[in-house]
């Protein structure tokens, strides 16, 4: 019960002080906003290509709602040691990231929502899997804040977190099926595409709503699973070596 | 069991170089420990090995009765930190950063507001409660520091330069709090590099220095071999090389030592005459500008023992953490 005030807590200081502050509220809204007038600009689709738009744009605000957030929520923590009140504490660590990244998920579902409420008023979503689609995007916000998190421990400065978050993010916009097919990529780029989680998510959010999919659901959902526990593995890890010397 | 600490063989090195070199001392059941060092003796990586944010290399820490070593988390509840840089959320009132301290350590709701409200009003501070801790003074910081680290009622406060960088006022005041806490049972573990601090506060010091424990005793029996000296300190401008010897010629029975440039130290078993000495120093074209009588403190014995100068320790200190 003690440690679950704590994580309550953690979680709620965090979504009070970081993810409701207006500036991030805005760009929860712009920016999938932004990258849905880009690509109808860009086609010169009309609105019947809203259902084939929506996928990426929806894994893309998760994308980079989440990751964007932990370079701040934990690496400016552990700059200004705030950070070490809460290693101190009688939390488990793996309780303590959790957290520390449960806002950000929450952050990451939010911002998916932007878009699909945007586009429920434009087309018919009706046909939607939305039994595939909302696990899917909860797995793509924990995945994508995972890595974030993964990132943010292996750095010190906040700087090298955002710079580092680029070398990942950028790449996942085109080698993840986003907006361009993975199978029209160059032959010795699709093996990258396949070792990215967003590849897998994305594949179930096309499926959601165009039943297009690569690869059968049960395998994205379990490939997903698999990226989230090998990178919060990975990033307990590097705390424990990196922040606890 | 009467010991709140216990501490054995510890040590820790960092990239070869060693920290903490063997380390073995206890803490007693509401005793204020004072554990002195110049910078860089190994205080803070001692702090962090015993507070869980340092794993040791070797040793044995128990805190409370709980064997630490191997699992840190296990005592954290029994413990209280205050850290030397002031690390609450700037971007949280002062109200908030207590209650948030509190939820940390499983506090429900009513009894973590109720307690931030005791405490702001004991630290007087109550009436900044409603005001974002980074618009805090550096001596309100270091109030609500404190006031975090002993929200949950620790049986054990780790206080780590806890007036270092702060105006003279606030440090009386910081320094009444943390007797006001030791009076009411809490075992506090002090690390300080202000000498007449920990005199007037500890009941026990260690003195660290380079990663090893050089001395471990009660305020009183440190002191003990110079309670009964008699120092003089005189102030010289224009002060011959060869002043030392002349002097130690003249007077064989006194003692001198120059701890800074222009000062001459005189200790004696005896009462020293200020006149003689005036005089002898005068004749030899030294310009005597203050002669005044010191009483022997705990900084002679930091002094001798550590072979630093501690006026040199707090100037570094004070360079590093802001003046005070």
Known sequence: ????????????????????????????????????????????????????????????????????????????????????????????????????????????????????????????????????????????????????????????????????????????????????????????????SYALPLTYGVDILRWSFAGQNLFPPALDFGVLVIFCVLLFWLSLINVRKRWIV | MDESIIVEDLAKSFEGVEAVAGVTFTVRKGELFGFLGPNGAGKTTTINMLTGLARPDAGTIRIGGIDCTANPKAAQHLVGVVPDESNLYQELTGFDNLCFCAALYGMGKTERRARARKLLDNFGLARAADRRFGGYSKGMKRKLTIAAGIIHRPAILFLDEPTTGIDVASARQVRQLIADLHREGTTIFLTTHYIEEAERLCGRIAFIVSGRIVRIDTVERLIQPIKAKHVLQIACANMPDDVHARLTEAFPDLEFSEPANGLIRVEADQPVGVGPLVRLLEMHSAEVVEAKRVRPSLEDIFVRITGIEAAAMRKEKERKGGGR
């Not at chain 1, 660590?93 to 806002?103: F, R, W």
């Open chain 1, 1 to 192: 019960m003690k440690i679950w005030i704590a994580f309550w807590n953690i979680m709620l200081k965090d979504m009070r002080t970081y993810y409701l502050k207006p500036p991030n509220v805005s760009w929860g809204i712009i920016f999938p906003l932004a990258w849905t007038g880009m690509f109808f600009i860009k086609t010169g689709s009309g609105l019947e290509s809203i259902l084939t738009l929506l996928p990426g744009v929806v894994a893309v605000s998760i994308l980079f709602g989440t990751t964007s957030m932990l370079a701040v929520t934990v690496t400016f923590e552990k700059k200004n040691r705030s950070f070490e009140r809460l290693l101190m504490a009688p939390i488990p660590l793996e309780l303590l990231m959790l957290a520390k990244t449960s806002g950000a998920i929450l952050f990451g579902v939010a911002n998916a929502l932007v878009p699909v409420a945007i586009a429920a008023f434009i087309v018919n979503l009706s046909q939607a899997a939305w039994s595939a689609f909302l696990p899917a995007v909860v797995l793509i916000a924990v995945v994508s804040t995972f890595l974030g998190l993964f990132i943010a421990v292996a750095v010190s400065e906040v700087f090298e977190a955002q710079t580092f978050s680029n070398f990942f993010r950028f790449p996942m916009i085109f080698l993840c099926g986003l907006f361009f097919p993975i199978a029209k990529l160059p032959v010795f780029l699709k093996p990258l």
